[in-house]
């Protein structure tokens, strides 16, 4: 038998084959005799996914534009801000992000525009051969407008 596999209820690694079903293979753990089948494994994301999702979680980006961004599912990204206990800060500042993804030259000439940057901040971050890019400015209503 292979090294990963042992019984989910003993954890003994003393098991036999015991049939298919539904097309998988069965166990028969011989110091408990339960039976059990292979754990399925789902499709596995990189690391930098998965940090990249959550940077955008916390710069106020919604789960569904994250899965546009990232092409992930959004119930993944809600699962990851669950399992790493993640929590948006509370800003009253009137703040809304925008996320471009650029190719190189693209984010030169962006860098290069002083007012991409005023009353704002800007985030660049590689991603695959390109660089996602998060803009955010102030948004000033009409009570408090800028001189």
């Not at 098991?15 to 339960?34: A, H, L, W």
């Not at 292979?38 to 534009?65: D, P, T």
Request: proline share 3%; glycine share 6%; net charge positive.
């Amino acid at each position: 038998m292979t090294d990963n596999k042992h019984c989910p209820k003993c954890h003994s690694k003393n098991f036999v084959k015991s049939g298919i079903i539904k097309e998988r293979q069965r166990f028969k753990c011989k110091s408990c005799n339960y039976y059990f089948t292979v754990q399925k494994l789902g499709k596995r994301i990189e690391g930098e996914y998965v940090i990249k999702a959550l940077q955008l979680y916390l710069e106020g980006i919604s789960f569904r534009e994250i899965e546009r961004i990232l092409n992930v599912s959004h119930v993944s990204v809600m699962n990851w801000v669950k399992t790493y206990n993640i929590k948006r800060p509370k800003t009253t500042a009137n703040v809304h992000p925008e996320v471009q993804i650029l190719k190189h030259g693209e984010v030169l000439a962006l860098l290069g525009d002083e007012s991409n940057i005023d009353d704002g901040g800007l985030l660049v971050t590689p991603m695959d051969s390109k660089y996602l890019v998060l803009t955010w400015k102030k948004r000033y209503g009409k009570k408090n407008t800028k001189l």
